[in-house]
T-cell receptor
Framework: GQQVMQIPQYQHVQEGEDFTTYCNSS?????IQWYKQRPGGHPVFLIQ?????EVKKQKRLTFQFGEAKKNSSLHITATQTTDVGTYFC???????????FGKGTKLTVNP | GAVVSQHPSWVICKSGTSVKIECRSL??????MFWYRQFPKQSLMLMAT?????????EQGVEKDKFLINHASLTLSTLTVTSAHPEDSSFYIC??????????????FGEGSRLTVL
C-alpha cells in the first residue's frame, strides 16, 4: 500500500531558527496533506497540496509539493514556541479515501 | 471547521473487559469514518474504515473480532475493544471527512481516547 517516508523524526531548534520536514513517496501522489499534533492533542489539518510544483504559504509556514508529486516539504521560518508539536504528512491511499500518515517530525523549540 | 467528538477521552479498565469508544460527527453526516491507533511517540496507524450501514474494512494485521466497529448511523461510529489486554493500551483516534463542505479532502479528528488496560 501507499507509504510516505518522513524525515527527520526529531528536530530541536532555538527559537527564531528555521525548521523543515520532508516527505517522500516512491509512487506519484494524487495529493498530500499536512497535519500538526500538539502534545496530548489530536491531529489538526494544516493544508492540502494537489498540483505539481505547488507552493502554499500560511504566515511563517511554507508548503511545497514536488514537480513529480512524489515529495513534499513543510518549512517554518523563525520558529516560535507555539510551533512545538509533531508535524505529519499524509497521503490518500490510491483509489480510496484512506489517509496514510508519515511517521511525523517532532519539533521542539528552545525559548 | 466540522466537528468530530469522541468519547470517552480517558478510560482505564481491567484486563479481559470490553471497552466501547464512540465517535460522532456533530455538524455533518459521515458515511465513512476512520479509526486510527497511536502508540506513544509514534505515528497514526490506520486500523479500519467504518462504513455506514455495512461492514467495516480492516487494515492488514488488525483483528476484526478484537476491534469491533459499528457504524449504525450517519453521525456515529463505535469501536469496541473486546477482551482488552495491556498491549491494547493506546491512543485511539477517529476521523471523518465532511466532503460536502470541505473540498480540501481535510479529515477532522476526534479528540482521541486514551485506553489503559491494567
Amino acid at each position: 500500500g501507499q507509504q510516505v517516508m518522513q524525515i527527520p523524526q526529531y528536530q530541536h531548534v532555538q527559537e527564531g531558527e528555521d525548521f523543515t520536514t520532508y516527505c517522500n513517496s516512491s509512487t506519484t501522489l494524487s495529493n498530500i496533506q499536512w497535519y500538526k499534533q500538539r502534545p496530548g492533542g489530536h491531529p489538526v489539518f494544516l493544508i492540502q497540496l494537489v498540483k505539481s510544483g505547488e507552493v502554499k504559504k500560511q504566515k511563517r509556514l511554507t508548503f511545497q509539493f514536488g514537480e513529480a508529486k512524489k515529495n513534499s516539504s513543510l518549512h517554518i521560518t523563525a520558529t516560535q514556541t507555539t510551533d512545538v508539536g509533531t508535524y505529519f504528512c499524509a497521503a490518500v491511499q490510491g483509489g480510496s479515501e484512506k489517509l496514510v500518515f508519515g511517521k511525523g517530525t517532532k519539533l521542539t523549540v528552545n525559548p | 471547521g466540522a466537528v468530530v467528538s469522541q468519547h470517552p477521552s480517558w478510560v482505564i479498565c481491567k484486563s479481559g473487559t470490553s471497552v466501547k469508544i464512540e465517535c460522532r460527527s456533530l455538524d455533518f453526516q459521515a458515511t465513512t469514518m476512520f479509526w486510527y491507533r497511536q502508540f506513544p511517540k509514534q505515528s497514526l496507524m490506520l486500523m479500519a474504515t467504518s462504513n455506514e450501514g455495512s461492514k467495516a474494512t480492516y487494515e492488514q494485521g488488525v483483528e476484526k473480532d478484537k476491534f469491533l466497529i459499528n457504524h449504525a448511523s450517519l453521525t456515529l461510529s463505535t469501536l469496541t475493544v473486546t477482551s482488552a489486554h495491556p498491549e491494547d493500551s493506546s491512543f485511539y483516534i477517529c476521523s471523518a471527512g465532511d466532503y460536502y463542505k470541505a473540498n480540501t479532502g481535510e479529515l477532522f479528528f476526534g479528540e482521541g481516547s486514551r485506553l489503559t488496560v491494567l
